[in-house]
């Protein structure tokens, strides 16, 4: 049994202010066995511009040890590179969650489609932006 598909998402927090709403929907989808997160790190950029890469653990609030029990922090697919690549995106004073997780949900859908003989030729996430577009210009005609 193989592991279902994995995706990565970076969400960034002006002024570096980590808010707890993110972890309990987090821990939601995970103790539902809908995701099971692989890796997550923070970067923060400070006023100056320098940044400091931080695991879950290293962060001194409830909101880190909320992010600490989501299992599978420290998945290793996350390096020091994909750090500083997130944190050159990031303005001044603010900071961001690096966020790498296994859609669990789709491994049934997966081995039903190898079993039937199928192969996969792609899987793309549409942005959010076309479909509220399309929602929208749907929705006026």
């Known amino acids: 049994m193989g592991i279902g598909p994995v995706e990565y998402m ?12 993110i972890v309990p929907a987090l821990q939601e989808l995970v103790d539902a066995g ?13 006023g ?17 040890a909320a992010f600490s029990k989501l299992g599978g922090v420290n ?11 997130a944190a050159e995106e990031l303005e001044p004073n603010s900071s961001a969650a690096l966020l790498v997780w296994e ?15 199928g192969e996969l030729l792609d899987l793309e996430r549409l942005p959010y932006e076309v479909v509220q577009a399309a929602v929208e210009w749907a929705e006026s005609n």
């Open 10 to 21: 970076i969400v960034a927090f002006p002024g570096n202010q980590f808010k707890g709403e």
């Open 34 to 46: 809908t995701v099971r997160v692989i890796d997550l790190a923070f970067v923060i950029k400070d």
């Open 48 to 64: 100056d511009g320098n940044m400091a890469a931080l695991e879950a653990g290293d962060l001194d609030s409830e909101v880190g």
């Open 75 to 85: 998945g290793g697919l996350l390096n020091q590179e994909d750090l500083e690549a």
């Open 103 to 117: 859609d669990v949900w789709a491994t049934k859908l997966r081995d039903a489609i190898l079993n039937a003989g």
